[in-house]
């Protein structure tokens, strides 16, 4: 059935070994801590200890092993260092050189997207070209896992048109060192990327306690206040080794994403979608709360969810384990069209997708009682056997553009017409 609907593109993103630089602070293991000799203040006192000579020659070495690779390296650096000094006064003694160096010890090198690329989720690009061709431009969100199995958002640009089908653009070989700022006392963060040149630089590394084991599908939202105004949201996972729950991104440009904790009931689950407009003046999300059905929740607080009630459950043997949504959902003429997918035998995940009523969305119009894509031959295997997997896709004209996540471990792109699906449906 998946090969009749969809025409998929041979385009695909795989993992690579982009890397960025990320703190680095050895400790002494528990029994060995001294809270007035850290082991990091053993470290500045080497570097402080060595000869103008040596040092000269370790910042030349360090200098040619990641100029190349990392952009501004030097006031990544500084940064580093000055973040040191402020636990440890003794850096003050620091040369030039010397602070380099301590803040050269203090970093490393992070592949943050080498072990996996997918889970994706697409939105129109916020800038489209005017050059009077048919193609739009869009954005595309991914999960990464680097070392660790830690997962961090990233992104890639790229187009679409009928004639010629998905076109990705090549991403920066660099990625952007960001800043963190606290934004409220509940955990809600900012991280700015100065230097960032193209979106493909961008990576939401884990920062919070919340999200210290990964930031994990995010699904984007292309969302139009009431006045017209079009922002940028995301929800997200953030997975603290135990406990996932959702968050929210939040952004109007590409240099500065705002990253804020939800409260409610219904925050303490993932996989929530947040509708792209306000329905009878209030927000509305798709949710997961019992990990088995898809729920509908409204909100007159953007961070603030409770409550719900389940709107789509488990019926046909390819979801007998569970449901959840495919993202946000997306207004087309009929509905509200919901990218959905079933768990059945096998643990085989499958892609499927539901109709909802656009002035009532707790009601269901029509659902596919079989797939419309499941886990090709050649598409099987990887780290996670036998899944297919989207956070969102979008509607062009008539046309569904779906990526697509294969196996936990790469990223395909697909289309096909909304009318062919809408057909599957019933």
Known sequence: MSRSLFHHSRIQIWPNSRNMIRPFAPEFPCPFRDDEHPRARNIVEHVLGLDQETLAAKCRLMKKALADRHRNLEDILRHRYEEIRERLPICARASDQAKLVIGAYFSQEYSFECAALFNPSVVLHPRQEEDGSRAIRFLVSLRGIGEGHISSVTFRTGSWSEEGGFV??????????????????????????????????AVLFPTTDKQRQGIEDLRLCRFVQEDGEVEFYGTYTAFDGRTARSELLRWNGFRSFEMHTLTGSAAAAKGMALFP????????????????????????????????AKLISPRYPWEFT??????????VEEGWLVLTHGVGVARTYCLGAALL????????????????LCPRVKERDGYVPNVVYTCGGMVHGRTLLLPYGVADNFTSFASCSVDALLKRME
Request: net charge negative; charged share 30%.
């Open 168 to 201: 990705l653009d090549a991403p920066s070989k660099f990625a952007c060192a960001a800043h963190v700022e606290k934004l409220k006392g509940d955990g809600s963060i900012r991280i700015v990327c100065d230097d960032l040149k193209d979106i493909s630089e």
């Open 322 to 331: 569970q449901m959840g949504n495919g993202g946000s959902p997306i207004e």
């Open 357 to 372: 009523d656009r002035a009532d969305p707790s009601k269901l119009l029509a659902r596919t009682p079989e797939p419309i």
């Open 277 to 308: 407009r306000r329905i009878g003046g209030r927000y509305m999300m798709l949710g997961r709360q019992d990990g088995e059905s898809i729920w509908l929740l409204d909100s007159d607080d953007l961070y603030h969810w409770d409550g719900g």
